[in-house]
């Protein structure tokens, strides 16, 4: 597995991805996560581009399977990071950089505009790439269909 990192320090998850909607208590009083990659699966097998999954018992948190056939827009989350696992396919990721000609889709969400001064990574099945908040980010896809994962958490300073 190669490993990217965006800008930033890197926020170590609470959440443990791997088989079968379960959660179980812990000494301190907080539950771990265990979701299976069947289950995280069939989230995306009828979506044709996103979908949303709120980590069940973990408020703040949220898994997107994102399966992309074309080039997605610039995107900057201003209080989320973003850890994205590549499941399956080829593509490159622009991260950092400045964006201009933006405009916010809900709280906290930016899309669109054009990017300048980014890095790019090639990225394939098994790679992790994380993008702290604040960092412009877009997803360019090169061939084929491209299915990823993408784990939203609160950014450390939030």
């Known amino acids: ?89 080829t593509a490159r990721f622009r991260v950092g950089g400045a964006i201009t000609g933006n405009h916010q889709t809900g709280p906290a969400e930016w899309r669109g505009g054009t990017m300048t001064g980014w890095r790019e990574y090639t990225v394939s099945a098994g790679d992790l790439l994380v993008i702290p908040a604040g960092v412009p980010h877009q997803a360019i896809v090169t061939s084929g269909a491209f299915l990823y994962l993408t784990i939203k958490t609160p950014h450390a300073s939030r």
């Open 1 to 89: 597995m190669r490993v990217i990192y965006g800008l930033g320090s890197i926020a170590i998850l609470s959440v443990v991805l791997g088989g079968a909607g379960a959660t179980g208590a812990t000494a301190a009083g907080h539950e771990e996560t265990f979701v299976s990659a069947a289950e995280l699966a069939s989230k995306v097998q009828s979506a044709s581009h996103a979908v949303a999954y709120e980590v069940p018992g973990i408020t703040g948190r949220q898994v997107l399977m994102i399966r992309r056939d074309e080039t997605g827009e610039a995107e900057v989350h201003t209080e989320l990071d973003d850890t994205i696992v590549i499941e399956r396919g």
